[in-house]
């Protein structure tokens, strides 16, 4: 089993920034596609970036890119978000999830990861 917990989330102003971070317990996540999703409240839960075991691959939704960062340190079982340019539409809860080996076409579904954070709030200002 892997735990997995957000933090970082908050209120910012649009065009500003924020880092989340996702502490993983219970097993090394370096085996372990790690990935970003978000739901905004009505809608369905999104692909938002991944990066796989090696860090070597990173993928992202394309209204993120440019503006996001993935970013992992598997030594001390973390993964971040760097989120820069900060736009209205980004506002959501954003979730952390670890998954196990899936072929790279794959790493925006849902349901190829195991395991999941609780989520952390992230809410942008006009």
């Known amino acids: 089993q892997v735990q997995l917990v957000e933090s970082g989330g908050g209120l910012v102003q649009a065009g500003g920034s924020l880092r989340l971070s996702c502490a993983a317990s219970g097993r090394t996540i370096n085996t372990y596609t790690m990935g970003w999703f978000r739901q905004a409240p009505g809608k369905e839960r999104e692909f938002v970036a991944a990066?796989?075991?090696?860090?070597?691959?990173?993928y992202y939704t394309d209204s993120v890119k440019g503006r996001f960062t993935i970013s992992r340190d598997n030594g001390v079982n973390t993964v971040s978000l760097q989120m820069n340019s900060l736009k209205t539409e980004d506002a959501a809860v954003y979730y952390c999830?670890?998954?196990?080996?899936?072929?790279?076409?794959?790493?925006?579904?849902?349901?190829?990861?195991?395991?999941w954070g609780q989520g952390t709030q992230v809410t942008v200002s006009s």
């Open positions: 990066m796989t075991w090696s860090g070597r691959n990173t």
């Open positions: 999830a670890a998954g196990g080996p899936m072929l790279n076409a794959r790493v925006q579904y849902t349901a190829q990861y195991d395991y």
